[in-house]
């Protein structure tokens, strides 16, 4: 039956087509002029991102905007090396050639059964999304190492490089598909990045077991993590950024005692932060750590 158009006239064969292509045209221009939104700025039609900035403020950090094209972490983590992410494409080329190099290293940690070489010709080419054994790559190339900082997510650490002061560079990682850099909330340059996070102590007082190390992705979340031995496990010992904004303005190292006190705190900050300076006071003036005892 044909259909009916503005004042119940019925409408032809011709005319229900012309009808259909037009929405069709005009479901295109939609799509066409969302993707370059996206390409243009990512956080603009991000529904975390006013939460996610709220939790890197309290760090005296905030995020940068990187266009969301398929490059976006080659341009994040060129944004820190060198200021721009103009050189995505140089990035992508060396990580490439550096998998392909190591090959016995990645090829273990291969993701959804791809056959090496096609995972390989899939990520030479521009746009094409990269994840934690481009990071890898990049970290082990240029020895440093790459922070990745989440929502209501662990931080994650990815080590390039043995030196305790190799430079760190800070990306953070929203919704599962996407990467931007990560700045100081006071640093409206375009230079490379240099600031590095709190040191912090890898053994508690009572325990010191080493950190276990597993494959790991929270699919509800978006939460990144990795089986690669350069990140950090997710154990009870993984780092938050509320954690991280405790021992900052605590001076503690200890990350499960700062665990510990939040938790007796309702996660209250500021509250975990009076008690563990007081502590501190204490336990010099005792000339021993009271929170063991």
Request: with cysteine; charged share 30%.
């Amino acid at each position: 039956m044909a259909k009916s158009g503005q004042g119940g006239k019925k409408l032809g064969k011709g005319q229900i087509k012309d009808a259909a292509e037009r929405k069709r045209d005009e479901r295109a221009v939609r799509n066409a002029y969302r993707k370059k939104k996206k390409e243009e700025s990512y956080l603009a039609d991000d529904e975390n991102f006013a939460s996610f900035s709220n939790q890197l403020q309290i760090l005296g950090l905030k995020i940068k905007d990187i266009p969301g094209d398929g490059n976006c972490l080659f341009r994040a983590l060129g944004d820190q090396l060198e200021g721009h992410g103009r050189n995505h494409l140089k990035h992508r080329a060396e990580a490439v050639e550096y998998i392909q190099d190591n090959r016995d290293f990645f090829e273990p940690f291969m993701e959804d059964n791809i056959p090496f070489e096609k995972h390989i010709s899939n990520l030479s080419n521009s746009g094409t999304y990269a994840g934690n054994d481009s990071i890898v790559a990049f970290a082990k190339r240029h020895n440093v190492n790459v922070v990745i900082h989440q929502l209501n997510s662990p931080v994650w650490k990815i080590s390039g490089s043995d030196d305790p002061n190799a430079r760190e560079l800070h990306i953070s990682y929203h919704n599962g598909d996407h990467y931007s850099s990560v700045r100081k909330a006071s640093d409206n340059d375009n230079n490379p990045t240099n600031f590095r996070t709190f040191q912090i102590s890898q053994e508690s007082e009572p325990s010191k077991g080493k950190r276990k190390k597993e494959r790991w992705k929270d699919k509800d979340t978006g939460a990144i993590a990795s089986n690669y031995p350069q990140c950090n496990g997710v154990e009870d010992d993984t780092l938050s950024d509320l954690d991280l904004y405790v021992m900052q303005e605590s001076g503690c190292k200890d990350l499960k005692q700062v665990k510990e006190v939040l938790e007796d705190m309702s996660y209250d900050a500021e509250a975990a932060i009076s008690y563990l300076l007081q502590i501190e006071a204490l336990s010099e003036r005792l000339g021993k750590n009271i929170f063991y005892i």
